[in-house]
T-cell receptor
Framework: SQQGEEDPQALSIQEGENATMNCSYKTSINNLQWYRQNSGRGLVHLILIRSNEREKHSGRLRVTLDTSKKSSSLLITASRAADTASYFCATDSSWAQKLVFGQGTRLTINP | NAGVMQNPRHLVRRRGQEARLRCSPMKGHSHVYWYRQLPEEGLKFMVYLQKENIIDESGMPKERFSAEFPKEGPSILRIQQVVRGDSAAYFC????????????FGPGTRLLVL
C-alpha cells in the first residue's frame, strides 16, 4: 500500500504566491524527505526532516512534520516560474533504509 | 565532487533482449539504491546494495531482474528478456554509510522496450 500520499495531486498558482503541498504516511518513520523533479529529469533533494523535528527551513522552503497525524507539509514562499515541477515526499524507517515515495504533486507556476 | 552518474541516459531494447543499466555513486558513498518510475507515478524501491552485498531486494521482481555492486566499478541493474512493461525510468541513488542519510539521485536511465 502507498506509504506517502501527496495532496493535492496538482496545483496551479500565480508567480509570487505561496504554494503548500501536503504529505500523509501510514507507518512510523525515521526521516521524511522532500524531492523535486522537473519533467523528464532526475530528483533533486530539497530537505530532510527527522522524526524528532517539527519544522525546518531552507531558503524559501518551510517543512513541517506532525508525527501524531502522520503528515508533513512543504511550503514554497514567493513562488517563481522555475519552481514548476513535481514534488515528492519520501519516508524511511528505522528498520528499512529504502525510501517510500508518494505519487507527487504537480506544481505549475503561472507567470 | 561529481554527483551520481548513470548510463546510458536512454536505452532502447526489443522484447527479449537484455538491458544493463549502470550507476556510479557519489565519491565516498558506499550505499546504492535502485528505484523504478512509471509515467505519472512516484518512484518505487527495487533494491538496496552495499559493496558486494545485497541488503534489501524486497522490491525486485522475482524473475529476470538482478543487481550487483562489485568491489570495483559501478553498480549494475540487469534486466533479462525485457518485456514492454519494463519500459520506465530507472533511478539510482547513493548515500554515505549510516542509517537515515540523505539519498542523492542520478539523472536516471529511460528504458524503452519496443
Amino acid at each position: 500500500s502507498q506509504q506517502g500520499e501527496e495532496d493535492p495531486q496538482a496545483l496551479s498558482i500565480q508567480e509570487g504566491e505561496n504554494a503548500t503541498m501536503n504529505c500523509s504516511y501510514k507507518t512510523s518513520i525515521n526521516n521524511l524527505q522532500w524531492y523535486r523533479q522537473n519533467s523528464g529529469r532526475g530528483l533533486v533533494h530539497l530537505i530532510l526532516i527527522r522524526s524528532n523535528e517539527r519544522e525546518k527551513h531552507s531558503g524559501r522552503l518551510r517543512v513541517t512534520l506532525d508525527t501524531s497525524k502522520k503528515s508533513s507539509s512543504l511550503l514554497i514562499t514567493a513562488s517563481r516560474a522555475a519552481d514548476t515541477a513535481s514534488y515528492f515526499c519520501a519516508t524511511d524507517s528505522s528498520w528499512a533504509q529504502k525510501l517510500v515515495f508518494g505519487q507527487g504533486t504537480r506544481l505549475t507556476i503561472n507567470p | 565532487n561529481a554527483g551520481v552518474m548513470q548510463n546510458p541516459r536512454h536505452l532502447v531494447r526489443r522484447r527479449g533482449q537484455e538491458a544493463r543499466l549502470r550507476c556510479s555513486p557519489m565519491k565516498g558513498h558506499s550505499h546504492v539504491y535502485w528505484y523504478r518510475q512509471l509515467p505519472e507515478e512516484g518512484l518505487k524501491f527495487m533494491v538496496y546494495l552495499q559493496k558486494e552485498n545485497i541488503i534489501d531486494e524486497s522490491g525486485m521482481p522475482k524473475e529476470r531482474f538482478s543487481a550487483e555492486f562489485p568491489k570495483e566499478g559501478p553498480s549494475i541493474l540487469r534486466i533479462q528478456q525485457v518485456v514492454r512493461g519494463d519500459s520506465a525510468a530507472y533511478f539510482c541513488a547513493s548515500s554515505p554509510p549510516g542509517a537515515g542519510e540523505t539519498q542523492y539521485f542520478g539523472p536516471g536511465t529511460r528504458l524503452l522496450v519496443l
